[in-house]
């Protein structure tokens, strides 16, 4: 009889609060969550910072190409122009392939780069501002569309 007892109490569960093999299961189930979240808004921070990082690079290519460009004068047209900068900045290459693809993904269009100068220092401002495409975990934690914004200055040197 008394086996019995202890058989049913143990089969059903009553022992469990008592016994130590499941606190593993149970510190498993309170952590893992945690631990992933964490892990997501690595990774997503990460992509933030590299999409920053290629724009960045971007802008830099379009300032260092325009820096270099010859002035329009009456002996010769210039050899560059802004489109092909912005060209440059939003694939990285000055004569992109027809299926080419950004640098960053979500970037929607070259004409978002503003281009201003030389100014009378000489100064050439690459700028843009583009929107960051979201994974569902921002969307699920409630956050705000992100913005990253850019600008390179360059000094124009010409030929």
């Known amino acids: 009889m008394m086996a019995l007892r202890n058989f049913v109490r143990q089969g059903l569960g009553l022992g469990f609060w008592s016994r130590q093999e499941g606190a593993v299961l149970a510190e498993a189930l309170v952590a893992v969550?945690?631990?992933?979240?964490?892990?997501?808004?690595?990774l997503e921070f990460g992509n933030i910072f590299w999409e920053r990082m290629q724009i960045d690079a971007g802008l830099r290519d379009a300032g260092r190409y325009l820096s270099?460009?010859?002035?329009?004068?009456?002996t010769y047209e210039p050899t560059c122009n802004e489109a092909s900068a912005r060209t440059i900045a939003f694939y990285g290459t000055q004569s992109p392939a027809a299926d080419a693809k950004p640098r960053v993904p979500g970037w929607k269009d070259a004409a978002d780069i503003t281009i201003a100068g030389p100014d009378a220092d000489g100064i050439i401002t690459v700028q843009t501002?583009?929107?960051y495409q979201t994974s569902p975990l921002f969307g699920w934690l409630g956050?705000?569309?992100?913005?990253i914004s850019s600008s390179h200055e360059?000094?124009?040197m010409g030929w």
């Open 33 to 42: 969550p945690f631990v992933t979240l964490f892990a997501a808004g690595i």
């Open 143 to 147: 956050l705000d569309a992100i913005t």
């Open 68 to 74: 270099r460009c010859r002035p329009a004068s009456a």
């Open 129 to 131: 501002a583009h929107v």
């Open 154 to 156: 360059e000094r124009y």
